[in-house]
């Protein structure tokens, strides 16, 4: 008898979250699920694992009819703790999202949705991040699940290379206006912080992050910001290998 794929579904938003309930319906279309998702919200949170106090699993749940685990740590806890505690096997696919926001240029570094991603990658599992640039809860998913079921069954057909995963990116504008998909690279870009200082009840100052996405090159056709703010939605093919490796043959030739 031949086993239909196991496909793991997780987020950083929470297994409550709309996002991940129409991914995890999609990804039933295609074969068994297991939804693995933090207990509350884990945006912001990158690729951190948790070291000081004991993960804990919320078992019997469910996400929109599939089985679901409400983990008490990160994104990457939780495809962590998936692959070594609870599935049977190694998943054959690994969906991460749909995120309640975008996570287009230099925001994969900070999103735990891709951080899952990258995560099932480095254990040599095809995996894709969805995510729509709108925060709300009620967010229009129609673009993403309809993207969604075209590029999960490429995926379980043809696979992914090796140590690479897709950041997806979706603009937030009606299915009328869509133009379609778009294979891009990361824009380069940057975060503007800035702290707002404020003062507590008791006297004592604290601070919040606040600030704006800085795109330094608005221009350039083939980059993710471009393609969203032209309605497109965004592939990115992301590398677990972070080494440069112009700058390492370069290195090279240092006296040290």
Not at 12 to 32: I, K, S
Not at 90 to 116: E, M, R, W
Request: aromatic content about 8%; glycine content about 8%.
């Amino acid at each position: 008898m031949i086993k239909k794929p196991l496909i793991l579904v997780c987020n950083d938003d929470g297994y409550r979250a709309r996002g991940v309930m129409e991914l995890a319906q999609v990804a039933g279309e295609f074969g068994d699920v297991i939804v693995v998702a933090p207990v509350n919200g884990q945006s912001g949170m990158s690729h951190a694992v948790t070291l000081n106090q004991p993960i804990r699993l919320k078992t019997g749940e469910m996400c929109n009819g599939k089985p679901a685990y409400a983990c008490s740590g990160t994104p990457a806890d939780c495809v962590k703790i998936a692959i070594n505690q609870i599935l049977d096997r190694k998943p054959d696919l690994v969906l991460s999202g749909i995120n309640h926001g975008s996570n287009a240029s230099v925001s994969l570094f900070y999103s735990g949705t891709v951080a899952a991603t990258i995560e099932a990658c480095m254990n040599g599992i095809p995996a894709i991040a969805f995510s729509v640039d709108d925060h709300s809860a009620d967010a229009d998913f129609t673009l993403a699940v309809k993207s969604a079921r075209t590029i999960i069954k490429r995926i379980l057909e043809s696979g992914l290379p090796t140590g690479t995963c897709l950041n997806i990116n979706f603009p937030r504008i009606s299915p009328e206006q869509f133009k379609g998909m778009k294979i891009c690279r990361q824009t380069i870009g940057v975060w503007k912080e800035e702290f707002e200082k404020r003062v507590d009840p008791q006297g004592h100052d604290y601070f919040w992050l606040t600030g704006e996405f800085s795109n330094d090159e608005p221009l350039a056709e083939d980059t993710d910001e471009w393609a969203l703010s032209h309605h497109y939605g965004a592939i990115v093919p992301v590398s677990v290998d972070f080494t440069d490796y112009p700058a390492l043959e370069a290195l090279k030739l240092w006296a040290l």
